[in-house]
């Protein structure tokens, strides 16, 4: 069976931690920088648990979950608290995790998703923020995810500040899963709230999926987890999608419990029976004050709230008259869009610097392996360039070639158009009389034909006057070219 279409409907929810962008962990004055350090460098007597130790709250967290909060639409809460949620697992040093349960940093709200050209509202059931816990190593021979023979701890990244946002089950295919993390991640770097890099582990996703019942009741819920990218989120679902389906029709019935996915072997395996919420008895953690926000504080959040993708997309095509195409690209990163925009405030004409920051900024950025943010040619030179271009002085090929040279050395416009050989300002006068002239000279047969008026559809004519634009590389008028040829047709 194709795993993309089911017989039974798919209700998939998300809960997707974000790596918040603080530089100290949610409650011990560690760095949140860990990636690549030497294994349990990274810690302190807080993070480690050593006994005697308090946390003490990082209010740039705070600030952070409460800036994405309100990117969802949701109601930022006056009122939350930390809870500790026990489990013992070496990840974590204290054997339980200090998390929010209940009273929530933010409730409710929403995301508009798209998925296979059509729009949806997926709805948000809260945001809370939490500790990151400590990372496990298995080491086996082949990589695999099981049989290793010992584990290692690393806790590096304990306590590193998360928001996990959990969604309602509002999704119901593979795509919609990928488009809500999509639109997800972006918000998440619109608001500077994480760098969302789903590879480096700063944005996970936990899905919870189940197959309704021929009732249309809620059949028993999987969790799935391990996937860390978005091509694996899809899989991971697909797979599983088939699984259940497979399990349903052979009369089985589906166990509610946690799978992980296993990008080697493109399955999910059950890993353990999914924990109820009394397993992990939750209770206050009382070593921690309540988080209390004012009204002012709110208000202060909100003023500081940049523009949202969505809103920046709507105004791109009423300010610019884009294509909805031009503009999903334009302001993927808000830095492009930003960069689109001091190249039109430099006197670029809307419709041209789009594509050029389409094609051949992007080009560019692909071929030198970057990123917008360190790219050499800065808007105000390529809105210069492209001035130059619709003045007729340089053609869109010498352009390109001279975005290269810009793009590679720092050195200013008119240098790196005297570097490739372009003569600056339109070729005119004398020298496109010279071109024209030895045109005529090694194309005498045809120009012979024109002469005698044997050309009658003018495709020699064409022929001539295209040599002429090629080999003045675009740097002659064509018109001007037209009236020159004529002349000398005589
Ligand atoms: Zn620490």
């Not at 999509?182 to 770097?189: D, S």
């Not at 059949?219 to 989120?233: A, D, F, P, Y």
């Amino acid at each position: 069976m194709d795993a993309k279409i089911s017989k039974r409907p798919v209700v998939i929810g998300l809960e997707v931690h974000i790596q918040l962008n603080t530089k100290t962990k949610l409650f011990c004055p560690c760095s949140t920088d860990y990636i690549g350090r030497t294994p349990n460098s990274n810690v302190c007597p807080i993070c480690l648990a050593v006994p005697g130790t308090l946390p003490l709250l990082n209010d740039s967290a705070v600030a952070l979950g409460s800036r994405m909060g309100l990117g969802l639409y949701g109601e930022i809460q006056r009122y939350s608290n930390f809870h500790r949620k026990n489990y013992f697992y070496p990840d974590l040093a204290k054997a339980y995790q200090i998390t929010q349960y209940g009273l929530t940093i933010s409730t409710g709200g929403y995301l508009d998703i798209e998925a296979e050209g059509a729009q949806k509202r997926v709805r948000i059931h809260h945001l809370h923020l939490e500790e990151d816990a400590g990372k496990l190593v298995h080491p086996t021979e082949d990589g695999r995810l099981t049989g290793a023979a010992y584990s290692l701890v690393d806790y590096n990244r304990g306590g590193v500040p998360l928001s996990e946002i959990v969604s309602e089950p509002d999704m119901s295919s593979p795509a919609e899963a990928r488009g809500y993390v999509v639109r997800l991640r972006q918000l998440a770097r619109y608001l500077d709230v994480s760098d969302g890099e789903m590879e480096s582990g700063s944005l996970r996703v936990d899905a919870n999926i189940s197959l309704s019942n021929p009732d249309g009741s809620l059949g028993t819920r999987v969790e799935i987890k391990n996937m860390n990218s978005l091509k694996s989120l899809e899989r991971a679902l697909e797979y599983e999608i088939s699984r259940q389906n497979k399990v349903l029709d052979a009369g089985g019935r589906i166990v509610q419990e946690t799978r992980l996915w296993d990008d080697a072997e493109e399955v999910t395996r059950s890993m353990r029976n999914k924990e109820t919420a009394s397993d992990y008895r939750y209770y206050p953690e009382m070593d921690l004050a309540p988080i209390v926000i004012t009204d002012e504080q709110i208000e202060s959040f909100k003023r500081s709230m940049p523009e949202l993708p969505w809103e920046k997309r709507e105004r791109f095509e009423s300010a610019f008259g884009l294509s909805k195409e031009e503009i999903a690209i334009l302001t993927e990163q808000k830095e492009l869009a930003r960069y689109y925009e001091d190249m039109v405030e430099a006197g670029a004409p809307p419709a041209r610097a789009a594509n050029w920051v389409r094609m051949e900024v992007l080009r560019a950025l692909n071929e030198l392996g970057g990123d917008i943010r360190s790219f050499r040619v800065k808007p105000g030179a390529l809105a210069d360039l492209v001035k130059k271009i619709e003045a007729k002085e340089l053609s869109s090929t010498i352009g390109k070639d001279v975005l290269d040279v810009l793009a590679r050395e720092s050195i200013s416009l008119d240098e790196a158009i005297k570097r490739i050989g372009a003569p600056l300002g339109r070729m005119t006068g004398e020298s496109l009389g010279s071109l024209i002239d030895k045109i005529f000279a090694d194309n005498r047969d045809v120009i012979d034909t024109i002469r005698s008026g044997e050309d009658k559809k003018g495709g020699k004519m064409k022929f001539i006057h295209g040599l002429a634009m090629k080999e003045s590389r675009g740097q002659a008028d064509p018109a001007e070219v037209s009236a020159v040829i004529a002349e000398k047709l005589g």
